[in-house]
C-alpha cells in the first residue's frame, strides 16, 4: 500500500495489521475449527449416503441413513469437545489455583522466576527484574499465567460453546450431502451429490487455508482426493453389498 502525506507532506506509513494471539487470533481458531467440524460432516455424511447408495435407491432408505449419521456424528463431535475442553479447562484451573498458592506461599521465589522467564524471552538481567516487578504490583497472578503457563484468566474456554460450536458445524456440513443425495431424481442422485461434496471440499480446503496463511492449492487437492477417495470406497462397499443381497 503507498506511503500516504500527512498534511506536512510527509509520508505516513499505515500500520501494519497481522492477526496476532489475543482476542482476535482466539476468534481466528474458533472460525479454523467451524470449517473443519463442517468439512468433516460434509465427507462423513457424503460417505454414509453414498455407500447407501450404492446398495438402493429407496430414498426413504437413504433419507434414514443421512440423518442416523448427521445426528451420530453431530452428537459425537459435541460430546468429545466438551469432554476435550473440560480437561483443558479443568487443567488450567488446576494450574492457577497452584501458581495462587505459590505466589501466597513465597513470593519473592515467583518474583525470581518471573525475572528469569522475562530475561529468557531475551530482556537483560536488569529490565527483566525491572519488568516483572511492575507486572507483579500491578496483577502478580496474571503476569505468571500469561508469561509463565501461557493461559490467559479470563479467556478459559468455555466447555459447552465449544461442544455447541461443533454440533452446530458437524451439522452445516452433513445438510449438504443429505439434501443433495435426497432431493434430485434417483437417476441424478449419484452425480449431484458427487459433485456438491466436492465443491464444498474445495470451499473448506481453500478457507482452512487462508486462515493458516498456508498455499491454498495443496491444501484444497487434499481436500477434494479424501472426501473422493471416501465417497468412492463406500461406493463399491455398498455396491457390492447390493449385489450381493445384503
Known sequence: MPARQDPHGEPHQEPHQEPHEGPLGNRLNRLRAAVLGANDGVVSTAGLVVGVAGATDS????????????????????????VSVSTQRDSERAALAL?????AVAPQAELDELTGLLEGKGLTRELAREVAEQLTEHDALRAHAEVELGIDPDELTSAWQAAGASFLAFTAGSLLPLHAIVLPPAHLRLAVTVVAVLAALVLCGWGSARMGDAPAGRAVLRNAAGGALAMAVTYAAGSLLGAAGV
Open 59 to 82: 430414498r426413504g432408505t437413504l433419507l434414514t441413513a443421512g440423518l442416523a449419521g448427521l445426528l451420530a456424528g453431530s452428537m459425537s463431535m459435541a460430546a468429545g469437545e466438551y
Open 99 to 103: 501458581e495462587r498458592t505459590e505466589l
